[in-house]
């Protein structure tokens, strides 16, 4: 049915929301936001509830208006436009379908409004792509959450918007069909050049969609870039902690050492890292994703000791909790599929210097 519209860039300019008063203070959701995303860039946005995300894409819409700040579509300002002008698709938590139209009626609306010609065939096909031509004759009030959710998607990506912001678009999804209605959205997303925002719960969608990821916290973006960047190179230690399943290990440790890269001490043990910008004595935060720790011999000199109080076998590798003296709660320790240890082990464990993190213990800025 045709190629994709032409990328268009979605540029957000120190973008804020107030919402005001409602007889209490009012309550600051977004905060002075700047991202700008490529032609044809997929974004993820991610963060915990209440963080500002739905507040950023409904203002991007147009269904919620913007205290201060510009949104750029292309070069054009669409912050004045209403909704229906801004040549943007949005796929909502809230499906809002007719209910008297069946599911093929329903996609084909917006677009015999637009007197697109092809209408039925763009139906047909994007039913196709996402595995619901047994839905187009039914009617909304007869469909599953699942089933509802691909009718919104499809509905969202069959106008081919130049801009797309999909808000936990798999959310109601079965685990098989998400990972199949997810490959499909990324790959109408990279035909048809749809520049998009997906708000998303699940980091592992985040991962396997988005080309970059915004992190958010508090109404304000902790960090954008690739995933890669943010899992390996945190920006701070809310970023750190969000992202990465299992959670980063997060203990005190004190700066031994600060000629070169700092070395930290951690109860009895000791952690080389890449982090200059410390001072000897100081008492900061270590980072250590259960990834990137390295089981150690015996006879290793460096690295933390601990006893292992709970290991399990995952085939392609292990899992220990592992305690370490000087650390309140277990470490995690990801280990080869060779190691085999029992509770009560005594083990050495490090990482290589560039994958430990080390973080600023009140502000928790990352510490390069
Ligand atoms: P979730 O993941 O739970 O959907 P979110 O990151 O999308 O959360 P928002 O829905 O953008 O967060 O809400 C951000 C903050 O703004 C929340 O604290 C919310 O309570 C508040 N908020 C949202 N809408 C309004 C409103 N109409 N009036 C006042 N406060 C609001």
């Not at 970023?239 to 050492?257: K, L, Q, S």
Request: aromatic share 4%; net charge negative; glycine share 10%.
């Amino acid at each position: 049915t045709g190629s994709g519209v032409a990328p268009q860039r979605l540029v957000l300019n120190k973008l804020r929301k107030i919402y005001a008063s409602r007889g209490r203070e009012s309550f600051e959701a977004v905060k002075s936001i700047d991202l700008e995303i490529a032609p044809g860039e997929l974004i993820a946005l991610l963060g915990p509830s209440g963080c500002g995300k739905t507040t950023t894409l409904r203002m991007i819409a147009g269904l919620e208006t913007v205290t201060s700040g510009e949104i750029l579509i292309g070069e054009r300002s669409v912050g004045d436009l209403p909704p229906g002008k801004r040549n943007v698709g949005v796929g909502f938590e809230s499906y809002a379908l007719y209910p008297p139209l069946t599911v093929r009626e329903n996609l084909a609306y917006g677009l015999r409004a637009r007197k697109v010609a092809d209408a039925d065939a763009r139906v047909d096909e994007i039913a196709k792509r996402l595995d619901m031509t047994e839905l187009l004759d039914q009617r909304p009030a007869g469909l599953s959450s699942g089933q509802k959710q691909r009718v919104a998607l499809a509905r969202a990506l069959i106008r081919k918007p130049p801009v797309l912001l999909l808000d936990e678009p798999l959310g109601h999804l079965d685990a098989s069909a998400r990972q199949r209605v997810r490959r499909e959205l990324k790959l109408l997303q990279r035909e048809f050049g749809y520049t998009t925002i997906v708000v998303t719960h699940d980091q592992l969608e985040a991962l396997s969609l988005a080309d970059r990821m915004a992190v958010m916290d508090a109404g304000v973006i902790q960090q954008f870039g690739t995933p890669d960047e943010v899992f390996d190179d945190p920006a701070n230690r809310f970023v750190a902690e969000f992202v990465g399943e299992p959670a980063i290990n997060m203990f005190a440790g004190e700066v031994v050492r600060a000629d070169g890269g700092l070395a930290v001490r951690v109860g009895d043990g000791v952690l080389e890292t890449a982090a200059v910008d410390a001072r000897l004595g100081d008492t900061v935060m270590v980072g250590l994703r259960p990834q990137d720790t390295q089981v150690l011999g015996d006879d290793a000199t460096g690295g933390l000791g601990g006893a292992v109080i709970n290991f399990e076998d995952l085939l392609e590798f292990g899992q220990a909790s592992v305690r370490v003296r000087g650390v309140e709660q277990p470490l995690l320790v990801q280990t080869p599929p060779e190691v085999d240890w029992r509770p009560g082990d005594t083990v050495r464990f490090g990482a290589r210097p560039d994958r430990v993190h080390l973080f600023d213990s009140r502000s928790g800025e990352r510490i390069r």
